[in-house]
């Protein structure tokens, strides 16, 4: 791969340090999602397909937390 992935939090996120990063400047070209712990910047890296991340949020929007 070599378009590096530009992270960002959500705007929902309150900044408490548990938060995920995603990089969606990699759907088009790679047709994938990185998601990563944003405490963790240089750790793993989950890649996941555009239909996956979809449900990841679509989990998140549904949850109570």
Do not use: Q
């Not at 705007?11 to 990563?36: D, F, K, M, Q």
């Amino acid at each position: 791969m070599t378009e590096s992935p530009r992270w960002f939090k959500s705007s929902y996120s309150a900044n408490g340090g548990e938060c995920v990063e995603a990089a969606a400047n990699l759907v088009v070209s790679h047709g994938i999602v990185p998601v990563r712990d944003s405490k963790r910047a240089d750790g793993p890296v989950l890649m996941v397909s555009t239909d996956a991340f979809g449900g990841l949020v679509a989990l998140a929007r549904g949850a109570e937390l």
